[in-house]
Structures are given as structure tokens and as C-alpha cells.
């Protein structure tokens, strides 16, 4: 019996490691994301929105429930999915972007069942080269979840950081580099309460906002660049354009 008693235990040490590697492993795939009241990125002088300059389409939708009112900045509306699992958001530029981050507004008080639970993000050039770049978890989410989308490092890639100082910032820098993009695929994996359709409420894209976007905004009567520089207050950046 003690024999018996031995092989008990060390079975049951040998499940709780093997529980622990999986929950370990489960970990590692995918990050768990608290929601914001707020959008930090709205305000973010270094990003800029850039939804708009993309084609949007969904796997399913309930009529009068689709990409209209993912974008229409209401948080009062939003896309229901109609169909099979997962639920999927397209959104294909005509050249590749420079994306930094993902954002979705999400109301488990409002939508219960319909909310996600478990988001994919994938990236490629059309729908036959998607790879995923990132998993996300979201645990009852009332309000923005962003989702910072990085570039990974090519060991490769040895351009000069001006200003980085010392071997750390320099490689900080290449890791906040954005990820750039044809074509970018939300996946919605599972809804609490394992729900079959899912509601979201708003989804908003942010890419980089460098030095030179104020040089290529163009006079509408000429078409030549402004050549304006680049303000740092909120004052003054309304003289950044002429009307």
C-alpha cells in the first residue's frame, strides 16, 4: 500500500506540472488587456488616425449592424456578426501602411454574450498570406482596448538611430517600430459566456505621424507642398493649414 500511496502522489505532482506548463503555454500566446474609459491615442500628438484610408469589409452582418457603424465614431452603435465563428474584420490598404496600433470599444454591461473575449490580429499582402501577430484576451471589457502592433526585429536592418545614445535605446527604438501592412485581419475568436455572434462597438487604426507629413500637405488651388513645419503646441498647430 505504501508503494501504491507513492505512485499516487508522484502521478498527482506530475498532472499539476503538466497543468502548469499549460497554463504557462496558454499564457504566452495570448495578452490579457484591460479596458480604458478613455482612448489614449486620440490625443497622442505622435499618431494619427488611418481607418479612413482603407477598404473595410466583414465575414457577416446583420443589416442596417455593419462597417458603418464600426467607423462612425458612436459608441451608441455597433457591427453585429451574422454567421459562423470567428468573425472577421478586413481592412486592405491600396499600399502598405505603417500601423501602430489597434483599438476596439467593447460594453460587456450593454452586449453580455455578444462581447469578445478573444481577439486575433493577423497581417499580410492579401487573404492567402495572413500570419497572426497578435492574441489578446479581454476579461468583461467596458471601454477601448488598444493593442500596440510591433514590427519584429531583422537582425538585418542596420539603420542609423539618430539621437539613441547608447546600445539600449537604440534597440528600444527598433522594437517600437511599427508593423507595416497591405492588409490587416481582426479575428474575433470567442465571446463570454460562449456566445455565438459578437457586437463592437468601434474600431480605430493608428499609424505613426513623422516629421514630414506636415511638408506633404498640398495647396488645393496649386497642388505644391506647403513645406510647413511641424508644431509642438495645440496653439499653434491650427496655423499648420491653410482653409
Known amino acids: 500500500t505504501?508503494?501504491?500511496?507513492?505512485?499516487?502522489?508522484?502521478s498527482q505532482e506530475e498532472d499539476g506540472n503538466n497543468a502548469a506548463q499549460e497554463n504557462a503555454?496558454?499564457?504566452?500566446?495570448?495578452?490579457?488587456?484591460?479596458?480604458?474609459?478613455?482612448?489614449?491615442?486620440?490625443?497622442?500628438?505622435?499618431?494619427?488616425?488611418?481607418?479612413h484610408e482603407a477598404v473595410w469589409s466583414l465575414s457577416s452582418c446583420k443589416p442596417g449592424n455593419g462597417v458603418t457603424q464600426l467607423m462612425d465614431c458612436s459608441t451608441e452603435t455597433y457591427w453585429q456578426s451574422d454567421g459562423a465563428q470567428p468573425h472577421l474584420i478586413n481592412i486592405h490598404f491600396s499600399r502598405r501602411k505603417a500601423v501602430c496600433e489597434v483599438s476596439f470599444y467593447l460594453d460587456y454591461s450593454l452586449d453580455e454574450s455578444y462581447t469578445p473575449k478573444r481577439i486575433g490580429i493577423k497581417?499580410?499582402?492579401?487573404?492567402?498570406?495572413?500570419?497572426?501577430?497578435?492574441?489578446?484576451?479581454m476579461h468583461e471589457p467596458s471601454g477601448w482596448i488598444s493593442v500596440p502592433l510591433h514590427a519584429e526585429i531583422d537582425p538585418l536592418d542596420n539603420e542609423?538611430?539618430?539621437?539613441?545614445?547608447?546600445?539600449?535605446?537604440?534597440?528600444?527604438?527598433?522594437?517600437?517600430?511599427?508593423?507595416?501592412?497591405?492588409?490587416?485581419q481582426?479575428?474575433?475568436l470567442s465571446m463570454a459566456q460562449n456566445g455565438r455572434d459578437t457586437h463592437?462597438?468601434?474600431?480605430?487604426?493608428?499609424?505613426?505621424?513623422?516629421?514630414?507629413?506636415?511638408g506633404?500637405?498640398?495647396?488645393?488651388?496649386?497642388g505644391f507642398a506647403l513645406g510647413l513645419p511641424r508644431f509642438q503646441t495645440v496653439g499653434m498647430s491650427q496655423f499648420s493649414t491653410i482653409r
Open 200 to 214: 463592437v462597438r468601434q474600431v480605430k487604426l493608428f499609424g505613426p505621424r513623422t516629421a514630414g507629413d506636415a
Open 186 to 188: 481582426i479575428c474575433v
Open 160 to 184: 542609423p538611430d539618430e539621437g539613441a545614445d547608447d546600445d539600449e535605446e537604440k534597440e528600444s527604438r527598433r522594437k517600437r517600430k511599427p508593423l507595416r501592412s497591405h492588409f490587416i
Open 2 to 10: 505504501g508503494d501504491e500511496e507513492g505512485g499516487d502522489g508522484e
Open 123 to 137: 497581417s499580410g499582402v492579401t487573404f492567402h498570406d495572413l500570419e497572426e501577430v497578435k492574441v489578446v484576451e
Open 25 to 51: 503555454d496558454a499564457s504566452s500566446e495570448s495578452t490579457i488587456i484591460k479596458a480604458t474609459p478613455k482612448l489614449p491615442a486620440l490625443t497622442n500628438p505622435d499618431v494619427r488616425e488611418i481607418g
Open 216 to 222: 506633404r500637405i498640398k495647396a488645393p488651388a496649386t
